[in-house]
């Protein structure tokens, strides 16, 4: 899908490839997108593609996870002490909200969008992020706008509702535009934040630079079908055949699919040691080259380095 | 108007305030909002108020200058070197988008907001931006999320039509989520940033932690009728009467007003000159405390520490 299928089928999202996931455990997403394509109309465009597949495939729940690794602390433009330990889970709406609602219109004159959201919808990603506090440190921030906006107004009082059903986590809320600055004033003060799907998008990839570069963050979308695994990161057209991308992003996102989708715990330990130590021995791609490198690798260098330490 | 309208006037904007206002050259703005009014059916809320407030005083301009403080640039949680130099002026268009559009509606079990924007609102805020970029470093960054939406689609096309009446200015379009990120990485890339009302309002507050204290950021709102200069920091409940407020935006937006609205440059000049060297003696008040301080100072002491100096 993507760039690659309007060049030989003419659509981003052929069905060919959405039966094929959905007769599939799991699906390893690469990225897509890229200039070549961005002046096609809207209905062709690669993120329309990933639009629909998100939503054809059900994948409501979209979990980005913010994790410091230690050999990686001084990679973040923020300081050391304001990042290490930082453990945040980032569950963000994927398939709702301004992204999908209707009606939605550009006449080249007027144009607008609806953000909506129905009281099952803000349940069914609620859940979603009060369980995955039950396994975490218990504390889920749920993010809106309800100061401002009616369709934050029902997500807040929906999960309020909700949280009767989980007395031992502690929910508490907050405005968007704090949740931006909290993120960077001190991002240790989250576990689980639980938001829409704009709002989603924007503070993970706020998130992202706490970690120190958006080329380590993996991310699993979930749903009632099936589960879809992708670096957070776009397909960074500026940077494509260079041979620097950063691989890790995308492995880490492989080792959460064995998890999470497949049953290979060990399998998924294996890769995210191996990381660790890859990391810790001094391996770096080009984003990281200037965090204690013993030695900068390209793509597939470091991909095969990963590899003999597995 | 905000809460102490309410309780003496049972509404959040009395239209003697409104008047008042429109018959005066310019309106220096606290801040509203405390939870004792949170609870109130929406209407009736202090936020209610500030957003008619704007609308009424048509100021669809609202700047929120980030600037560091030499004094102070180990008051951010961002590394000194990223953030030595910063000087962004965020352009946010203030009385439309989903703030204002219409229909909204929450019913209890759907709730809806629309994004809208008009060519004439885009064309009229993209102008504020240009124009201030011809007096600074002639970059403007126009920030959307147009491959996912109709209503900025239209923004990014219409920012692309003004800019051929600016040649000199350099116009570039960054994803919101992008920006977010930016905003973290690199805040020195940026020079005037140009975006809708809640895009807006989250990136201005993740660029007042790369100053370091949302308590230093002044605000103007500019329209064709008056002026608003505000903190963009909000009322602070948590902290409400313990005198440890920093009044720092709130004097700097005064200055702002001399000079913007006043005509009274050297007053301005005189006002930015004593907090410099209020800065650099030392005086700090509580949330600026761990960064050289010399002495802490209350709220009012400090107000007076900068009335001395002039
Ligand atoms: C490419 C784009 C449509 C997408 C989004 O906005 O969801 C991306 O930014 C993401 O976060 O996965
Ligand atoms: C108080 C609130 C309605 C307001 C806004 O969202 O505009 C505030 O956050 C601001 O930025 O001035």
Redesign the interface.
């Known amino acids: 899908m993507g760039g690659i299928a309007i060049d030989t089928t003419g659509v981003p999202l052929p069905q060919e490839t959405v039966d094929g996931v959905l007769n599939s455990d799991a699906c390893l997403f690469g990225a897509i997108?890229g200039e070549k394509w961005d002046t096609l109309p809207?209905e062709l465009?690669p993120?329309t593609g990933l639009?629909k597949f998100r939503e054809e495939m059900g994948v409501y729940a979209n979990l980005r996870p913010a994790i410091i690794y230690d050999e990686l602390v001084n990679a973040s433009?923020?300081?050391p002490e304001?990042i290490t330990g930082v453990d945040i889970m980032i569950v963000r709406e994927l398939i709702g909200g301004?992204?999908f609602?209707k009606p939605?219109?550009?006449d080249?004159?007027?144009?607008?969008?609806?953000?909506?959201?129905?009281?099952p919808e803000i349940v069914r990603i609620g859940k979603t992020a009060f369980e995955l506090a039950m396994k975490r440190d218990k504390r889920v921030c749920s993010v809106d706008?309800a100061?401002?906006?009616?369709?934050s107004?029902?997500?807040r009082d929906t999960m309020n509702e909700l949280s009767k059903d989980y007395p031992e986590v502690t929910l508490s809320h907050m405005y968007?535009?704090?949740a931006?600055?909290q993120l960077?004033?001190?991002p240790k003060q989250f576990d689980v934040i639980v938001t829409g799907n704009?709002f989603g998008?924007?503070?993970?990839?706020?998130a992202?630079?706490?970690v120190g570069s958006?080329g380590l963050l993996p991310s699993a979308s979930t749903g009632d079908k099936t589960a879809i695994y992708e670096p957070i990161h776009g397909s960074a057209p500026d940077i494509a055949g260079m041979g620097i991308a950063n691989p890790l992003a995308t492995i880490v996102s492989a080792a959460m699919m064995l998890r999470y989708s497949l049953n290979e715990e060990k399998a998924a330990d294996l890769i995210e040691e191996s990381i660790k130590s890859v990391l810790k021995d001094g391996y770096r791609t080009k984003d990281l080259a200037a965090y204690d490198a013993k030695e900068v690798l390209n793509t597939s260098a470091m991909g095969d380095v990963i590899v003999k330490y597995i």
Chains 1, 2 share one sequence.
Do not use: C, H, P
Request: net charge positive.
């Open positions: 997108g809207r465009r993120e639009l433009t923020l300081k304001v301004i992204y609602g939605r219109e550009n080249g004159f007027k144009a607008f969008n609806t953000m909506v959201y129905t009281k706008k100061n401002v906006l009616e369709v107004q029902l997500w968007v535009d704090n931006a600055m960077v004033r001190n704009i998008d924007i503070l993970s990839d706020t992202s630079m706490v958006i």
